[in-house]
């Protein structure tokens, strides 16, 4: 680059005065350039690398803290009673750019990330309790269904938690028995700031002389196309985007899993469920009405289930009425729901 530059300086000056000069350097040093950069390799590296903590520490509660003892609901805050050290993933990745793949003037950039993720058990409250139902990071909902995470309701035959029984060794790992707690394995703390959240939980202590007696329900609503369904189903509301139909606790994978949980939980002693299937009248005339399923809406495309009652599909049916720009009910549950 630096040859040819001058070369074509001289040559330049020499043919066109200055203005010759000036173009020769340049149109030199490109020359150069280009010859540099084929005997050279000319590939370049280039290295990002992300924050990494400089301890993986964890701070731990103090002894002494009192074990709170709940009736009925409660959002409780809880005692880091159990933790490992923060667990360090280093993920490096490299990209090439400039040139093919296999050519060795692309240049290569390489970034470094560090992930972190912590196990830690927390301690709630004064056990048994009933359920174990939303919990907060930060103050914002904490979607379950994506973490590890398992619930002691603080029963007196509890046993160790496995993930800690792991670590501690086969008998050095106490039950906690008679303290209701959750463990969190491995929980990803890249939108925590890489440190542990703040975590409180929502926590229930049922009162059982009613609760034990009940020995049957009404599933409801009966007016829901997919509330009935186990799986998830969403739907499609723009180009590539959707939203769930059938999911709207973070606590379980589908409404219905949830509530069947919650039921579990508060009424341990039920043996039948009785389900509510709506159909429609066309007319309040007994002597005209046609009894007949409906849907919300005749235009609603949805994923991981089809809406299908009496071999009907959801274009061969009528709509439910709507009110304000929003159906007024919801739909016939879906047979296969069913």
Known sequence: ???????????????FGPIGAIAGRALGALGGAMIDQTLLGGSRTTTTTGSRLASLDVMTSSPGASVPRIYGR????????????????????????????TSQSAQKTTTISYLY???FALALCEGPISRIGRIWADGKPLDLTAVTLRTYLGTP??????????????????AYRGLAYVVFERL???????????????????IRQLEAQIRAVTLI????????EPR????????????PENRHAASAGTDLAA????????????????????????????????????VERADKWTAGAEWVVAGLPRSDVVTVSWIGGAAAYGGTPSDESV
């Open 1 to 15: 680059t630096l040859l040819l530059g001058a070369a074509g300086s001289v040559i330049g000056g020499a043919l």
């Open 117 to 119: 993720y912590a196990s």
């Open 188 to 206: 990803p703390l890249a939108n925590f700031g890489n440190r542990l959240p703040q975590i409180t939980v929502a926590a229930q202590r049922s």
């Open 157 to 174: 035959d509890q046993p160790p938690d496995p993930w800690i029984e792991a670590k501690q060794g086969a008998g050095n790992t106490p």
């Open 74 to 101: 409660a959002r409780l805050g809880g005692q880091v009673i159990w933790a490992t050290q923060l667990e360090e993933v280093v993920s490096v990745q490299t990209t090439r750019a400039g040139g093919k793949s």
């Open 221 to 228: 609503p009966g007016a829901t196309e997919f509330g009935y």
């Open 259 to 294: 509530s069947l949980d919650q039921l579990q939980a508060q009424c341990p002693n039920v043996r039948r469920v009785s389900l509510v299937v709506t159909w429609f009248g066309s007319d309040l005339r007994a002597g005209v009405c046609r009894v007949e399923p409906k």
């Open 232 to 243: 998830l189903v969403q739907k499609v509301v723009g180009a590539g985007a959707y939203a």
